[in-house]
């Protein structure tokens, strides 16, 4: 090896390095980015488009379902609280889940939709066996729909079979199950579910099937509800009971398999059978007139229709008395067409009508009004509306001014032919029915006979304006003729406002205005209270008292001596128009005050020998023997 010179050693010196560093980025980061990107433009592309299709399918807004408030049923009931008539557009009470059984939602759950308490709105094990049937049957007979579906599509759209529709449902569903709780999903349902009959809900269906309120049913009675939403019109135990008892079997098997019932139970329900109820449609008619007055005037109370209402009606009709009125004036206006029959004067083969009021005579309360023979064939009410010369049923009103004014039952009053300017042919001759005249009489027999001459001659001292203003105080707010013609009845009003005008004569001079309702409650609370109508007084009570005196005297011997019979003290006028046109009875005991009237719809006469004592008063007989014997 050669030898290195000492001190000529090289030295190599560095290398400079002039290449600049630069930084890089990690390879993939822009693919990242650009994935990140992409993903967040997919999903505005998404949203921008399940937004734009929400919008072109109209999906509806479901803040509605969670405020529900439905339509529902308004109640008119009787005095003792049973139903008298529902009025809805959809027959329903709402009620909330604390007042139905416990077993009930279960019942329901377990018919319709036994995964709802697990499913988020939808099933799509039963959306895809549903389908499996369909193709299987080439249609669309099995929707596969939840209990959440349902209400969706019950509240929210039409019930078109449309696969649109049943995309929307299901948006729909989906979105109400996020919302809601499922303890609010089912009180929906189990509110709103139509179950036949008109009934809308299991409160309605209870009343409609059974005849009691949903909480009062017992096991079998809820599976038989449970089983009506499939097919709601073939289920019906009213239509087809073994077809409700069938799928009755099936809810209880339904219900053991899901553990909700205990398999002894199920049969035990099963084998008790089915005690139904059924509307009696003829008691709604026999009170058709009385309700029709309540719901009038309910409406005018409460500003809004009855249907759209949701209210209870509570008035005062009881039944029995109304039964005992509506039997009591078919019969009397039959006997009435008969005789005229045997007589052989029916030529023109039309049958009268008739009224019939009666009130608590010193509470004002109405406790059966019927305004014609038969509500269903002709419900023009001629007890409330139709106004009729009163005929000499109006005298009470022309005595008692007499009477308020110094005037006696003693004293004496001309009966005897008259003559008065005035009337078609210039002079005005009113005639006693009777044709006969019986000199100076007292008032008493003036009243208790109804002689005509001697009550214009008590009218013409009397005065004209003392009458109206006592018939006015009376509550009778039919116009007043304005001559001496009122004393022989001319003047037209209703069998109601006459019928009340007596109250003073039984009451110490006192009257109130006949009242129908008692009070309107909504959810249970009063919104209005008609309890204690306004008394005045608008007689002294010796007046009260001799007037009282006087009409039984029309009973015990006069023109409604066919009233007799009846216990205690009673007393009333008859009246009867010209020609006997119009046949009318007020009377009254220490209880009840009962108008009678019979009378054509077309203004003819009645018949030879048809008058208020005749025919009018044989009906307020016994209208008041029925309702004496059942003690109403």
Known sequence: MPATKKGNT????PR???RKTVRRKPYGEKHVIAFLFGICLLVTV?????LGAMVALRIPDIRTVAHYQPLQTSFILDRQG???ERIY???RVVVPLSRMPELLPKAFVAAEDGRFFDHPGLDFFSVLRAAVVNIKRGGRAHGGSTITQQVARSLLLSREKTYLRKFKEAILAWRIDTLLSKEDILYIYLNQIYLGAGAYGVEAASQVYFGKHVHELDLGEIAVLAGLPQAPSRYSPHDNL???????????????ADGYVEAAAAR????QGLDLHTNDRDSALEAGYYTQIVKNRARRLIGIPLYRAGVTVHSYLDQGSQAAAVQALRDGVKASFGRQARLGSDGKKEAPQGGLVSIDACGSQVRALVGGTDYQTSPYDRAA??????GSAFKPVIFAAALERGWQPSSLILDAPLSIDGGADGRWQPKNYSGKYHGKVTLRQALVHSYNTAAVRLLQQVGLNPVHELASSLGISSEMPGDLSIALGSADMTLLELSAAYQPFVCGGEYAPPVFIDRIERAGVTVLNRRRPAKTKVLSTGTAEKMKGMLAGVIAEGTGSRAQGLKGLSGGKTGTSDDLRDAWFIGFNDETITGVWVGHDRNQSLGSGENGGRTAAPIWHDYMLQIEKKGN
Request: aromatic letters at 10%; zero cysteines; a positive charge.
């Open 10 to 13: 090289a030295k190599s010196s």
């Open 46 to 50: 998404f949203l921008t488009v399940f």
């Open 242 to 256: 073994q077809g409700a008892v069938q799928r009755q079997r099936y809810v209880l098997n339904r219900m053991v």
């Open 82 to 84: 049973n139903v008298l």
């Open 268 to 271: 035990e329900a099963f084998e």
């Open 16 to 18: 400079k390095n002039t």
């Open 385 to 390: 509306i139709a106004r009729r010369p009163a």
């Open 89 to 91: 557009k959809e027959n």
